[in-house]
């Protein structure tokens, strides 16, 4: 059995769900023709309640949502007091539904402002606007805040958007990607001084994915290696011996990295096969592929877990973003309704075989936008005219035998 207290959620962000903030980086990626247009996303800043009752029937009582920094700073220096009641009152809606609102504060975008100031890439720029902003946030929200996830993703946030060119700055530099990654490990670090201490946990939330060589070739053997250093031994290293160690950089010690974070949260979607090229391949090749280009697979999901469990013994762990996108065309609901089904046995098998688990955070609860994806792959346990899908049934399921 699940212990009593396992955590059961959704999450989402800001701009995916409310549309890109006006001032925000990601605004100006849609206006320059780089990303499907992202509208109001799925209309969660008007329905949120709704969707927080819809949540809560269905035993989903946790809620990662972001606070989009571009619609409460959308000048530097200067705060919106509209958008930053709009957000309290979101957070009140979810305490009130019954919803813990966990809070993510950078997830992808940054405020334009901030871009120009070279972002995490800058010191200066990192050391006080982001520092300022997080305790900004801790002092005007933290009553209402179940849990915290300052930063979603630093690896792959730092390769989209300084090494493939995927997302703002868009940036094909290898040496700016290692300075980005090395900037949000920091900021990571920045935002647990202001946060710890505050009565709600902080979590962090990697993404992670089993790799394996695409053949035994020396190069595809290689690209693994180097690919494995970045995803997990980096922040790993960081976490459990205070040591930053970024490939090509000497390692400097940085004793506050050590253990900066209440929980070790990840996002899990699938494992992945490196090439000869360091690109990802599907992995295993003969799994079927989403439209992201990767194929789900539950057994990564053990895999990561057992990984986490023996590198960081003792630390907790939380599944941040669990999820399978589906194309936007068609009904494959029972695609994802078994592949949950079969990533949470793997997950309660870890728990029984004494592995730390707190919790798992669905990606996502109502269909939203997917980045240069647009609206054209579904994650939603529930569609975007709040209509549940039979996965959400079977999650329902699944939570309600858990706490018998």
């Given at each position: 059995?699940?212990?009593?207290?396992?955590?059961?959620?959704?999450?989402?962000?800001?701009?995916?769900?409310?549309?890109?903030?006006?001032?925000?980086?990601?605004?100006?990626?849609?206006?320059?023709?780089?990303?499907?247009?992202?509208?109001?996303?799925?209309?969660?800043?008007?329905?949120?309640?709704?969707?927080?009752?819809?949540?809560?029937?269905?035993?989903?009582?946790?809620?990662?949502?972001?606070?989009?920094?571009?619609?409460?700073?959308?000048?530097?220096?200067?705060?919106?007091?509209?958008?930053?009641?709009?957000?309290?009152?979101?957070?009140?809606?979810?305490?009130?539904?019954?919803?813990?609102?966990?809070?993510?504060?950078?997830?992808?975008?940054?405020?334009?402002?901030?871009?120009?100031?070279?972002?995490?890439?800058?010191?200066?720029?990192?050391?006080?606007?982001?520092?300022?902003?997080?305790?900004?946030?801790?002092?005007?929200?933290?009553?209402?805040?179940?849990?915290?996830?300052?930063?979603?993703?630093?690896?792959?946030?730092?390769?989209?958007?300084?090494?493939?060119?995927?997302?703002?700055?868009?940036?094909?530099?290898?040496?700016?990607?290692?300075?980005?990654?090395?900037?949000?490990?920091?900021?990571?670090?920045?935002a647990w001084r202001e946060l710890r201490g505050g009565g709600a946990p902080?979590?962090?939330?990697?993404?992670?994915?089993?790799?394996?060589p695409i053949d035994d070739s020396v190069p595809a053997e290689r690209n693994?290696?180097?690919?494995?250093?970045?995803?997990?031994?980096v922040w790993m290293r960081a976490d459990r011996d205070g040591i930053l160690?970024?490939?090509?950089?000497?390692?400097?010690?940085?004793?506050?990295?050590?253990?900066?974070?209440?929980?070790?949260?990840?996002?899990?979607?699938?494992?992945?096969?490196?090439?000869?090229?360091?690109?990802?391949?599907?992995?295993?090749?003969?799994?079927?592929?989403?439209?992201?280009?990767?194929?789900?697979?539950?057994?990564?999901?053990?895999?990561?877990?057992?990984?986490?469990?023996?590198?960081?013994?003792?630390?907790?762990?939380?599944?941040?973003?669990?999820?399978?996108?589906?194309?936007?065309?068609?009904?494959?609901?029972?695609?994802?309704?078994?592949?949950?089904?079969?990533?949470?046995?793997?997950?309660?098998?870890?728990?029984?075989?004494?592995?730390?688990?707190?919790?798992?955070?669905?990606?996502?609860?109502?269909?939203?936008?997917?980045?240069?994806?647009?609206?054209?792959?579904?994650?939603?346990?529930?569609?975007?005219?709040?209509?549940?899908?039979?996965?959400?049934?079977?999650?329902?399921?699944?939570?309600?035998?858990?706490?018998?």
């Open positions: 059995m699940y212990p009593k207290d396992f955590l059961w959620g959704t999450a989402a962000s800001s701009t995916q769900c409310e549309g890109a903030a006006q001032n925000s980086d990601w605004f100006r990626w849609e206006e320059q023709g780089k990303a499907p247009r992202s509208t109001d996303g799925n209309g969660f800043a008007v329905r949120f309640a709704d969707d927080f009752k819809l949540y809560a029937a269905h035993g989903l009582r946790e809620h990662r949502l972001s606070i989009e920094w571009a619609r409460i700073e959308p000048e530097m220096g200067r705060r919106d007091n509209e958008a930053i009641d709009h957000y309290r009152e979101i957070l009140a809606s979810a305490r009130d539904i019954g919803v813990n609102p966990w809070v993510c504060l950078h997830h992808f975008t940054l405020p334009g402002w901030f871009s120009d100031e070279r972002a995490f890439t800058d010191d200066k720029a990192r050391g006080y606007y982001w520092p300022r902003h997080v305790a900004f946030c801790a002092e005007t929200f933290g009553d209402l805040v179940a849990g915290w996830k300052p930063i979603n993703e630093p690896f792959a946030y730092a390769a989209c958007s300084y090494l493939l060119g995927e997302y703002p700055p868009g940036l094909n530099d290898p040496v700016k990607f290692l300075d980005a990654y090395r900037g949000i490990l920091l900021a990571q670090r920045d902080v979590a962090t939330v990697h993404n992670l994915s089993p790799l394996f693994t290696h180097n690919i494995n250093e970045l995803m997990w031994n160690a970024i490939p090509g950089r000497a390692a400097v010690e940085v004793a506050d990295l050590r253990e900066a974070c209440d929980i070790i949260g990840f996002s899990y979607y699938s494992a992945h096969a490196v090439d000869r090229n360091s690109s990802f391949q599907p992995y295993p090749n003969n799994q079927r592929v989403g439209p992201l280009g990767y194929a789900p697979w539950a057994e990564g999901l053990a895999i990561t877990l057992r990984r986490l469990h023996d590198e960081l013994p003792g630390r907790p762990l939380l599944i941040a973003e669990l999820g399978l996108g589906t194309p936007a065309h068609a009904d494959n609901d029972h695609w994802r309704e078994s592949y949950l089904r079969e990533s949470l046995d793997h997950v309660h098998e870890a728990v029984r075989d004494g592995v730390d688990v707190r919790g798992v955070f669905f990606w996502t609860g109502v269909d939203n936008y997917e980045w240069t994806h647009g609206y054209n792959a579904k994650f939603g346990l529930f569609t975007r005219d709040r209509e549940p899908r039979s996965s959400a049934t079977a999650v329902a399921e699944i939570i309600r035998d858990s706490r018998r």
